[in-house]
């Protein structure tokens, strides 16, 4: 189905308003933790739950992702999720369970799950190829980037007033998307049926390249979400400061490349994958250990400013050359399902991280840091094999034709 210009658009105005707020969902809730904390009585040594339960929904089911589209169409499942996000999010904010609360982001994980990889198909094939479509895929990743770096901002501020504001802002948004959707989403054209075969095929488990990057990938989200989780503690728990002082102060950590994400692309080609991600291993782990300075009073120029520095530039360096170099070291037809396995990759190394880190938060806020910067420095030997002698990434595989390529999300690390 062939939709006129304004309509295509005005598509695209749902599918990455969606990306958006799917981005949102992990930084608002860092920033908010202690306040929920705080209400509900939650030890921190369970509070890292209101991060990890939405990457445990998300990561979960991205594989499952493409089988039930497949079996009950792109259009009505990418709906009813927004409806479920919508309800979630109501539910969340009114609760006085912590459980219920948990829950709720769990659930919401396993809607973005649902809408960001089939929101990706549906682009590619609503948007005519070429141009159109590479302007198209351009604008929902400018939205996915930035979407991090927003709800720093926007949590910051609604948790002044109070953190139920936060959790309840995307309802009526997703709302208005869902009924933008029904007039604008198209029907699907392709006949629906069980996805037959593996999950994951064995020959994605033995690329070299994909599996490093899925470990280099899951080490830095985990590590840097394990990072924000501690100083969110330190700074509000800690040092008094509140929510929108906190988000200010994580900015130049994701600043940088919500600015620079149309153009990474270059950098990726002119130096290489493998060697833009072992550069950009060796900053994160340097600006962990400079977090273990962090004290009270806290001095953000000389103590916290350079440890985003150092972390923004990681993810600068590595975070589109991580997911090039997963995709493009498998044949065309499985690049759809490597990429469903590096994001769940991702996810379950910021939900893993999150709990080791909450664990050993009651041992101190230096212990905890310092299991950080393993999974930062384990991060580092990953992407080390990958520059030395006899391990570089292969050329990409030839490509096989498709009569409806449909790429996968390059989700937020964040």
């Not at 992990?26 to 009585?41: E, F, M, R, Y």
């Not at 994951?200 to 899951?218: C, D, F, I, Y």
Request: with cysteine; aromatic share 6%.
């Amino acid at each position: 189905m062939t939709l006129p210009k304004t309509a295509l658009w005005g598509l695209l105005g749902v599918l990455a308003g969606n990306m958006l707020i799917d981005a949102l969902e992990v930084s608002t809730a860092v920033v908010a933790a202690p306040s929920i904390g705080a209400d509900l009585g939650i030890p921190d040594s369970r509070l890292h739950w209101v991060l990890s339960a939405f990457a445990l929904g998300f990561g979960g089911l991205l594989l499952f992702g493409t089988r039930i589209t497949g079996r009950y169409g792109r259009r009505p499942v990418y709906l009813a999720a927004l409806l479920g996000f919508a309800a979630a999010s109501v539910a969340g904010a009114l609760t006085d369970e912590p459980a219920v609360l948990f829950g709720t982001r769990l659930v919401k994980g396993v809607c973005a799950a649902l809408t960001a990889p089939t929101g990706l198909a549906i682009i590619a094939t609503a948007f005519p190829e070429g141009r159109p479509r590479e302007r198209a895929l351009s604008v929902y990743t400018l939205f996915g980037a930035a979407g991090f770096t927003g709800g720093l901002l926007l949590s910051g501020a609604l948790t002044e007033a109070g953190w139920r504001l936060t959790f309840a802002f995307p309802a009526p948004v997703v709302l208005v998307l869902f009924l933008l959707g029904l007039r604008l989403i198209p029907a699907d054209d392709t006949p629906r049926g069980a996805v037959r075969g593996p999950l994951v095929p064995g020959v994605l488990l033995r690329t070299p390249a994909l599996v490093r990057s899925a470990l280099g990938a899951a080490a830095l989200n985990g590590s840097y979400l394990g990072l924000l989780f501690l100083l969110t503690l330190r700074l509000q728990n800690g040092a008094g400061w509140g929510p929108l002082a906190t988000g200010l102060a994580f900015l130049p950590a994701s600043v940088p490349l919500m600015l620079t994400a149309l153009h990474s692309g270059r950098l990726v080609s002119r130096f290489g994958a493998a060697r833009l991600i072992a550069l950009g291993a060796v900053a994160p782990p340097a600006g962990y250990l400079l977090a273990l300075g962090v004290g009270t009073p806290v001095r953000y120029a000389s103590q916290v400013l350079p440890v985003m520095l150092l972390v923004g530039a990681g993810f600068l360096l590595s975070f589109t050359a991580l997911h090039t170099q997963a995709t493009s070291a498998v044949p065309a037809e499985l690049r759809g399902t490597a990429g469903s396995l590096y994001q769940t990759a991702v996810q379950t190394g910021a939900a893993v991280t999150l709990t080791a880190v909450a664990a050993l938060g009651t041992a101190g806020y230096r212990t905890a840091l310092l299991l950080v910067t393993g999974v930062g420095l384990a991060g580092l030997c990953v992407a080390l094999a990958g520059v030395l002698p006899g391990r570089r990434t292969p050329a990409p595989a030839p490509a096989v034709p498709r009569t409806s390529p449909t790429p996968r999300k390059e989700s937020h690390v964040h």
